[in-house]
T-cell receptor, first 109, second 114 residues
Framework: GQNIDQPTEMTATEGAIVQINCTYQ??????LFWYQQHAGEAPTFLSYNVLDGLEEKGRFSSFLSRSKGYSYLLLKELQMKDSASYLC??????????FGAGTTVTVRA | IAGITQAPTSQILAAGRRMTLRCTQDMRHNAMYWYRQDLGLGLRLIHYSNTAGTTGKGEVPDGYSVSRANTDDFPLTLASAVPSQTSVYFCASSELAGTGNEQFFGPGTRLTVL
């Protein structure tokens, strides 16, 4: 099974940078995903890491260290529309995802 | 319109009633999934199907059943609803071959069991 931990809430100012950490314990690692979910909407895919290192995609970057069971999502140049929940999910060898409880990010003007 | 559709959007149901949540995808994905999302608990996998004709149990399967008669449809049935099944239900689909292959989520069904 998977045990996935991420902070419950974070607050940041528009234009700033926020880093959301995720730690996991897994019985069979096959990739780590980050999803964004706005209130009342479905989750949408942000990033995927399967090898150690940093994946950059515009204002969003995601980092993975498999040996430490650790990932982070970095949001740069924060905008008001980035206020949402960010979900860390670990995939097992059967292609099933286990999700953390999510981190609610509030961006303030 | 490509993607995943779910029906109904929301439903209020009396305890003990039978209910089927519908999910259809037109992306020809192999795999489909049902999750429930509850405040503070995140998304939890109920059942999944890696290909038409096969299904498997997720983390919280009790009280739910699924079928996968074809590639596109993956209905979730509550045989006798109970109040603890009040939740938001999301259906998702993905390819399995290759790397990456993120799951795409439907818009969700908000179910209230009284």
């Amino acid at each position: 099974g998977q045990n996935i931990d991420q902070p419950t809430e974070m607050t940041a100012t528009e234009g700033a940078i926020v880093q959301i950490n995720c730690t996991y314990q897994t019985s069979g690692f096959n990739g780590l995903f980050w999803y964004q979910q706005h209130a009342g909407e479905a989750p949408t895919f942000l990033s995927y890491n399967v090898l150690d290192g940093l994946e950059e995609k515009g204002r969003f970057s995601s980092f993975l260290s498999r040996s430490k069971g650790y990932s982070y999502l970095l949001l740069k140049e924060l905008q008001m529309k980035d206020s949402a929940s960010y979900l860390c999910a670990v995939r097992d060898r059967d292609y099933k995802l286990s999700f953390g409880a999510g981190t609610t990010v509030t961006v303030r003007a | 319109i490509a993607g995943i559709t779910q029906a109904p959007t929301s439903q209020i149901l009396a305890a003990g009633r039978r209910m089927t949540l519908r999910c259809t995808q037109d992306m020809r994905h192999n795999a489909m999934y049902w999750y429930r999302q509850d405040l503070g608990l995140g998304l939890r996998l109920i059942h999944y199907s890696n290909t038409a004709g096969t299904t498997g149990k997720g983390e919280v399967p009790d009280g739910y059943s699924v079928s996968r008669a074809n590639t596109d449809d993956f209905p979730l049935t509550l045989a006798s609803a109970v109040p603890s099944q009040t939740s938001v239900y999301f259906c998702a689909s993905s390819e399995l071959a290759g790397t990456g292959n993120e799951q795409f989520f439907g818009p969700g069904t908000r179910l209230t069991v009284l």
